[in-house]
């Protein structure tokens, strides 16, 4: 899980659903209620899971890190075949946008033609 959250587009996509989602708080008197009662039920609900899944997670620890080995290694392979993944979902989009801009404009050379 920390390999994928230091993915530059994994960590820059969450900081711009984090800085929206405190926007959209801010923003809006009610849904920041919604927002703030939504929160104190996910933390009551991960502090009660947490106590009772920690037996079941000393008995699978072996299990767990074997596959958090494996799991890594497929995310290293994924990275080296995948080089978007290294870039922050800023410089995508504007990749993304200026490459359409590049086709439609070769369409429209095209078309005039």
């Known amino acids: ?14 900081g711009v659903v984090s800085t929206a989602y405190a926007s959209t708080k801010e923003s809006h008197p009610y849904l920041r209620s919604v927002c703030d009662a939504a929160e104190k039920g996910v933390k009551s609900v991960s ?9 079941v997670l000393a008995t699978l620890e072996p299990h767990v890190v074997a596959a958090s080995e494996y799991a890594s290694k497929g995310l290293d392979k994924l990275g080296e075949k995948l080089p978007i993944l290294q870039k922050p979902m800023e410089q995508i989009i504007s990749d993304t946008k200026e490459l359409v801009s590049s086709r439609v404009a070769d369409v429209k050379d095209a078309l005039s033609s």
Request: net charge neutral; hydrophobic share 45%; aromatic share 0%.
């Open 47 to 55: 502090e009660a899971t947490a106590s009772c899944v920690q037996p």
């Open 1 to 14: 899980v920390k390999q994928v959250a230091n993915l530059t587009l994994v960590s820059s996509a969450c």
